[in-house]
Structures are given as structure tokens and as C-alpha cells.
């Protein structure tokens, strides 16, 4: 909690002052004038106090996967009514050009907001006006439907179907809601500031329209991870730190040998660079929760509330001592999370966490419908996601206070250079 | 409070939260406590005497062996209050009542021996506090009966099982649906000491979405599944059921042998009734137990009373200790009664598809009202 009161998480803080500044134009009548100075003179404005808040775009891999997590996020699924291939490549190449623009704080499309003909309607929705980059990151995976459903190939991509995009089994006590489920195609997008991402997912939903269209969508709040050894441990909402033991970005090693597909271990070319991301919509049972015992808390996680150490002592980095002797078994629990999901019980297999808190409201009866958006980056589901989720679906002791609503499996595309568009690596294979 | 002395506080707040972080004991000097550091060779107890009525230590452990702290009555055996599996590096809280007299304060690391002693007196009480001469006798006699319910239960479990087992076997449906719903009341009442067997629990009460890919699917909801056939469902084979029957049998009888000489603590009692309003919230509610019979309001109406049986087990220890919390609880309990008893139809009760969403709400409502306070139970009765 130490380095958590201390990791004032400078990003949001910048965010934070540049909203007060812009609501402070508007309340002070500034924010007509700037109306009317239209987006490019409003944009160059930004952009020059923004540079930091941009992550790059191009490159080897997609970003939103060991970009530093942010704070925020809109994630969404869609369904292809695409009738061609050739209007599936129109699809990804426009969404590349939009998230290329907005990833650098601009608006979509050639006119943007303001600047285009009066009697159109402006290309870009117009929200994120104004808004810096925020840090925003679009990542896009392709769902096993998109090659083939009913048993049929789609879009001319038979054979190009990974084998590692199996189709997620049920695990023990699974309640899921096919409608959140699955879809042809993921788009994740990630920022500091909400209203960022939403723009984003707004923005390319409307680009979609007649080719994709939604098939469900989930906003996020509050990374419950970290993927940098500069960030802190947040804390999910059972209260506890989350993703202690995570895989960060400089640990390059670990990064390669979990998360990027590597060449020599797929049997699909094309996938080489990318990823495969796992989502569970974990809601939480908050209100019984918050009436367990705060030892029965700890023993259900293993670690201690406060500092994150594990209940074998240390503090939070201390590796969990599995053989100390408690009075009564181990003294971190056999059936507590930690003992369950550690890679030391499971060969060294790790997980690039990168799921969010959700809340959606309430439900019917009146409780929080809310919980862990998980979201893992791993080089191959069936070894480093299938066999863990089993254990702790089998044996982990907090899962009597889980529910999983929603199960996906996304093939993650390699990142592109400039002039290419997301997936051109699986259409031109 | 004036501008400066908000800051002031704030300031402090926040450097003790900050300490807080791993060191718990800065709260010892906010809150009373008596603060105990436990080493792999010494136990250093803060003063060696206080005031009767309830006492907190706060125990840390720098050793590097997990340890424990007891506080012993004069004889030197009987434990009075103990607290386990304290961590190294790691802080825990032991509170207790203890009236006037000698005692003996003993950490325990590595926690085998007799432990590092000391003498340990308590004074007279402060004025109004009365302190219960014995609750360990108490306690003794809340877990006693609490056991002779759990074997009460677990018989007559087994008698109703086999009756039901032998309908089901035969194809009398009839008689079958009209046992299934008061027959698995009795496991109800006890859900959470049959719950602790890891291995039973599953065969008999699994429901259809706890299995995976290559479980059998036995026991109550296999059988609640066939005779309440959902459309499209084909129905099991006499040899089939029969299988089924007898395995439920079998099952609930290995049940009841280990049942017999369990033993309970106070906090497992506390624990479970908290545990039993949780299924009703979670499981119950909501429908999702009872998804071809909808008998759910069977069953919450018996994971009430076994959550009550467990309570009025353990009021002893509440009066005079909690009495706001036992008057809250008496009234929380009668009132959700109450409303259960408004379904109540013939010998049984409404179907839970037959109930509105609000009605749904309003007992949802009821349960929470409940297990807030029911929470607060087990932290009392282990003083």
C-alpha cells in the first residue's frame, strides 16, 4: 500500500488537469470561441501539449498488450454481415486509418468533427474534441466464427484457422450468457480517460455499420493489473491487490516465452507477432463477500488484505512459501487462490493479465451487477489458460463467491507497419 | 472542528494509514490493545495485566516461524482465547473476555511446546462491564447441541432419502415429486457441515452447470432433472434409475457416519449460519438451485432454520455480551420468517416461478436485512 499511496499515477493526473482546463474554458465562455476556431488549429493546440499521452501504433506487435495498462476501458465485440472479403479488407482498412488517427488524439476521417460540409454529418462524433490521446490503444483479435461457422469457411479462410483458437470448454459452475460471448471480431480499446475509449468504440461501430455490427460490449473501470514494474498493484473489488505476480513489460523473456507467438510454435505463419486473448466477465457475489470474515478473506486468497504479502509472511513481492506448516494444513490454504493459480503449480505458466473492474449497475435485486473483467494475453490458451481455469473451477475456494457470465478466445493479429492494415498478414498469406 | 485541526487530523489519519500498511500495531495505541511480538525465542507481552472485560492483543510475529498466542486460564491448560497461523512478518488480533483473576500469556513459534509463558493478571472490571464467569463452558454447550442437530438431521436425512430413493426407483413419480422438496430440507438445514466434505457434496448436490466436460451428474438434481423432465429431455432408463437411487442411498449414509462424531467450534457455528443466509442470496433468491422443480423456497426456508437452530445454539454467548446485536438478530429472523410464511401453500410452499419480481425483491431485501447482522455474529462468539 506503500508504493500504491505513492504511484499517484501521473498520466490520469495530466488528463485530470486538462479536462479542468478545458471545462474552465467552457465555463468561462472560451469554449464558444475555440468552437469556432474549428478542430485543426484546436488539434495542432493539443497535440502539442499531448505527445506524452500517445502510444505508437505501428510496429512489431499491436499495442494494448504490454503497453503500460491504463485506467480505462471499452471493449467490444462484433458480428461480420461483411457479403465479401474484399468488404471484410474494406472493414479492417478503415478501421486502421481511424484508430491510427485517434491513437494520435485526432479525430476520424478527413474532415473530423466540425470541418466538414454543413448539411453532412461530421465524420467523427465529435466527444473526444478537444481530449488529449489519453494514452488510447485499439487492439483487434479475430474470433473462431470468422473463419468458419456451421461447419462452413468464411471469407475465403479455410486452412487459416489457428489451432490454437480452440472453442472454450465449460469449466465447473460456468453460467454463461452466450449474447456476451464470443463474436467474430474483438475490439479492445484502452485509454485514461473513459470518454476516450468509448469515442473509440463509438467511432468504429459506425464505421462497421452494414459490414459489423456490435454483438456486445463492456466498459471497464480501474486496471486490475500491472504490466510495468513502474506501476503499483491495484486492487479488484474483493478489496485485494490484483496481478501481483504478473508478467511486465521489461521482462522481455517472460513476454516472449508467454505472450507473443513465436514462429517455431504455430502452425499459422500469420499469427506470428500476435497473441491470443482470453476474456472472462467474472461478476463478483459483492454482497456476501463483504460479509465473510476478514480470515476467511485471507484464506480464500491466500495473501493478506493489506499489504498483498502472502499468509506465509514477507511483504507483497515475498514468494508464497506453499509447504509453511499452519495448525491446521499449509498455512496458504491448498484451496486458496494463490495455491491454486500460481504459475509453481502449474509448470511456470503465466499470464499477461490485463482485465479491468466492471460495474454495470445493479440487478433486479438490487445488488451490484459488477466484478473483474479479466482479460489474458498468452501464446497459447490450451497450455496457459484450459488447464488453469479447470484447477480453480475444480479446486479454488473463492470461486463460491464468482460467477462467470461471458467466455471468449480472440487470435490477437501481429501489429503492422504504415501503409498496412490490421490483418493484412491473414488476408495475404 | 476549525480548518487547522481538519488538516491536523487528516495528517495523522494518513500517516497511520500509511503505517498501517505493515505494521499493524500502530492501532495498539489508538484502540487499547495489548501489543505481543513474538520472536523464535521470546514473547514480549506489552504490560502482564489489564482490566477485566474484553481484552485485544494484537500479536505480531517476528520470528521466522509461523507462531500462535493463547491466553491461558491459571491452571495452565484450559485455553481462555488463542489465535493460529500467524505468519512470519505477519499481525493478528486475539480478542477475548476474561473476568478477574491469574492467567498465563503464551506465544508458541514454530507452534509445538508448551510455548514462552508469562504470568497474566486481570483486574476488577470497569463499572458496568459484566463479564460472563465461564464462556468456554458456554460455548461448550452451543457446539454440543449444535452437533446433536447436525446428527438429528443427517438420520432422518437418510430415512427420507431412502424413501425417496425407493420411489423414484420404482417410477412412482407421484410419490417421488411429492418427497423430493421435505426430504432435502433436512440436508439444507446442515448445508454447510455436508458441504465440507469436498467429495460428497458433489455427487449428491451438484447442479447441472457446477460440472465440466466428463462428470457424471448424480444425486438430487439428477433426479430432480428426471422427474421434472425439461421439454426435449429424454427420459432415464428404470436400470438408470435405479443406479441413481441407490448411489443417493449410499452416498447420504457415508454422510451420516461421519457426521456422528464431528465436533464444532463457536465460529464454525457463526460461520455457518452467516453460510446458509449466503446460499439463500445466492442461490435460493434467485431461482437457480431448484431449476426444474422449483422447490427453492423449501429450501430457503430450511437454510433459515438451520441458521437459526445454529444462532439460538450460540445466544448465550450474546446475552449480556451483544445484546443490541441479539435483539437485532431475533427480530431479523421472526421478520423473514414472516415473510416466507406468506408463500406457504398446504404442507409446503409457493413455486418459485410462481412469484412475482417483486415479491422476489422484497425477500432478497429480507435476506440482506438478515445476513448483515448474522455477519457480525462469529466475531462475538469467539471472545
Known amino acids: 500500500m506503500h508504493a500504491e499511496s505513492s504511484g499517484s499515477q501521473p498520466s490520469t493526473g495530466v488528463t485530470m488537469n486538462r479536462r479542468l482546463l478545458l471545462s474552465a474554458m467552457g465555463a468561462g465562455g472560451a469554449g ?68 491510427a488517427q485517434m491513437m494520435k488524439g485526432q479525430p476520424v476521417g478527413t474532415s473530423g468533427a466540425v470541418d466538414g460540409s454543413y448539411d453532412a454529418p461530421p465524420e467523427d462524433t465529435g466527444e473526444a474534441l478537444g481530449l488529449p490521446a489519453s494514452r488510447l490503444t485499439v487492439t483487434i483479435g479475430f474470433g473462431r466464427t470468422l473463419f468458419e461457422k456451421d461447419g462452413k469457411a468464411r471469407f475465403g479462410l479455410d486452412g487459416k484457422l489457428p489451432e ?20 467474430d471480431i474483438i475490439v479492445q480499446a484502452c485509454a485514461d480517460d473513459p470518454q476516450v475509449a468509448v469515442h473509440a468504440i ?17 466498459i471497464g473501470f480501474g486496471r486490475t493489473s500491472k504490466t510495468s514494474t513502474a506501476q503499483s498493484t491495484p486492487r479488484n473489488l474483493f478489496g485485494f491487490k490484483d496481478g501481483t505476480n504478473n508478467i511486465v513489460a521489461e521482462h522481455t523473456d517472460e513476454i516472449n516465452e508467454h505472450v507473443w507467438v513465436q514462429k517455431q510454435r504455430t502452425d499459422q505463419p500469420w499469427m506470428v507477432g500476435g497473441s491470443y486473448m482470453v476474456i472472462r466477465r467474472i461478476r463478483m457475489h459483492i454482497e456476501t463477500w463483504d460479509r465473510a470474515t476478514l480470515g476467511e478473506q485471507e484464506n480464500l486468497v491466500g495473501r493478506l488484505k493489506g499489504s498483498g504479502a502472502p499468509l506465509s509472511g514477507g511483504e507483497e513481492f515475498t514468494a508464497p512459501d506453499f509447504t509453511m506448516a499452519g495448525s491446521n494444513g499449509p498455512i496458504i490454504p491448498v484451496d486458496s487462490h494463490i495455491a491454486v493459480v500460481h504459475p509453481d503449480a502449474h509448470q511456470g505458466i503465466k499470464m499477461l493479465r490485463r482485465g479491468f473492474n466492471y460495474t454495470d449497475g445493479s440487478d433486479g435485486l438490487g445488488r451490484l ?45 501481429p501489429g503492422v507497419r504504415e501503409g498496412q492494415y490490421l490483418g493484412q498478414q491473414l488476408f495475404e498469406s | 472542528m476549525n480548518k487547522t485541526s481538519t488538516a491536523v487530523a487528516v495528517l495523522v489519519v494518513g500517516t497511520l494509514a500509511l503505517a498501517g500498511c505493515t505494521d499493524n500495531t500502530t492501532e495498539a495505541s489508538t484502540d487499547g490493545a495489548i501489543s505481543v511480538v513474538s520472536t523464535n525465542d521470546t514473547c514480549n507481552v506489552s504490560t502482564d495485566t489489564t ?44 480478542v477475548v473476555m476474561a473476568p478477574q483473576g491469574k492467567y498465563f500469556t503464551a506465544c508458541k513459534p514454530g507452534m509445538v511446546g508448551d510455548g514462552i509463558r508469562a504470568a497474566f493478571t486481570v483486574s476488577e472490571s470497569a463499572d458496568g462491564q459484566e463479564v460472563s464467569a465461564d464462556r468456554a463452558a458456554l460455548q461448550k454447550n452451543a457446539t454440543d447441541q449444535y452437533a446433536a442437530y447436525v446428527k438429528d438431521q443427517t438420520e432422518q436425512l437418510v430415512r427420507g432419502t431412502e424413501k425417496f430413493a425407493e420411489a423414484f426407483a420404482s417410477g412412482d413419480e407421484e410419490l417421488a415429486k411429492s418427497l423430493y422438496a421435505p426430504t432435502r430440507m433436512h440436508w439444507e438445514r446442515i448445508e454447510p457441515v455436508a458441504e465440507s466434505f469436498g467429495d460428497l457434496d458433489p455427487i449428491l448436490d451438484a447442479r447441472e452447470a457446477d460440472l465440466e466436460a466428463g462428470d457424471s451428474f448424480t444425486g438430487w438434481h439428477r433426479a430432480e432433472k428426471d422427474l421434472w423432465a425439461p421439454e426435449g429431455y429424454t427420459k432415464m432408463s428404470q436400470g438408470d434409475r435405479e443406479e441413481i437411487a441407490t448411489k443417493m442411498v449410499e452416498d447420504t449414509k457415508e454422510l451420516y457416519t461421519r457426521t456422528q462424531s464431528l465436533e464444532f467450534t463457536p465460529d464454525q457455528l457463526a460461520n455457518g449460519a452467516k453460510e446458509l443466509l449466503d446460499e439463500v442470496a445466492t442461490g435460493k433468491v434467485t431461482g437457480e438451485e431448484e431449476t426444474f422443480s422449483h422447490t427453492d423456497l423449501w429450501d430457503f426456508q430450511a437454510n433459515l432454520e438451520g441458521a437459526k437452530i445454529a444462532y439460538e445454539d450460540l445466544q448465550p454467548l450474546l446475552a449480556g455480551t451483544d445484546d443490541a446485536l441479539d435483539e437485532e438478530l431475533k427480530t431479523n429472523f421472526a421478520a423473514l420468517q414472516k415473510q416466507l410464511d406468506a408463500y406457504r401453500e398446504g404442507d409446503g410452499f409457493k413455486y418459485y416461478q410462481d412469484l412475482s419480481d417483486s415479491q422476489i425483491k422484497e425477500l432478497a431485501s429480507g435476506v440482506d436485512a438478515l445476513s448483515e447482522p448474522l455477519s457480525k455474529l462469529t466475531a462475538v462468539v469467539v471472545k
Open chain 1, 32 to 99: 464558444l470561441a475555440l468552437g469556432a476556431l474549428g478542430h485543426r488549429a484546436y488539434a495542432s493546440q493539443e497535440s502539442q501539449q499531448t505527445v506524452d499521452d500517445q502510444v505508437p501504433f505501428y510496429g512489431e506487435h499491436q499495442s494494448g498488450i504490454i503497453t503500460e495498462a491504463q485506467d480505462r476501458m471499452h471493449t467490444a465485440a462484433f458480428d461480420v454481415q461483411a457479403r465479401s472479403r474484399e468488404e471484410l479488407i474494406e472493414l479492417l482498412q478503415n478501421w486502421t486509418r481511424a484508430i
Open chain 1, 164 to 183: 490454437a483458437l480452440i472453442e472454450l470448454p465449460h469449466f465447473r459452475s460456468d453460467m454463461i450468457e452466450e449474447a456476451r460471448s464470443n463474436g
Open chain 1, 202 to 218: 463509438r467511432n468504429l461501430s459506425r464505421l462497421a455499420f452494414g459490414k459489423a455490427n456490435v454483438r456486445w460490449s463492456q
Open chain 1, 369 to 413: 451487477d459488477a466484478g473483474l473483467f479479466f482479460i489474458a494475453f498468452v501464446t497459447d490458451a490450451r497450455t496457459h489458460f484450459v488447464p488453469i481455469q479447470q484447477a480453480m473451477s475444480a479446486n479454488d475456494a473463492m470461486t463460491e463467491y464468482l460467477r462467470n457470465t461471458s467466455s471468449g478466445l480472440y487470435a490477437i493479429v
Open chain 2, 51 to 94: 482490566a477485566g472485560g474484553t481484552i485485544k492483543f494484537d500479536v505480531k510475529n517476528e520470528g521466522s516461524a509461523v507462531t500462535e498466542f493463547y491466553l491461558l486460564a491459571e491452571d495452565g491448560l484450559r485455553i481462555v482465547g488463542e489465535v493460529e497461523n500467524i505468519g512470519p512478518g505477519v499481525t493478528r488480533d486475539l
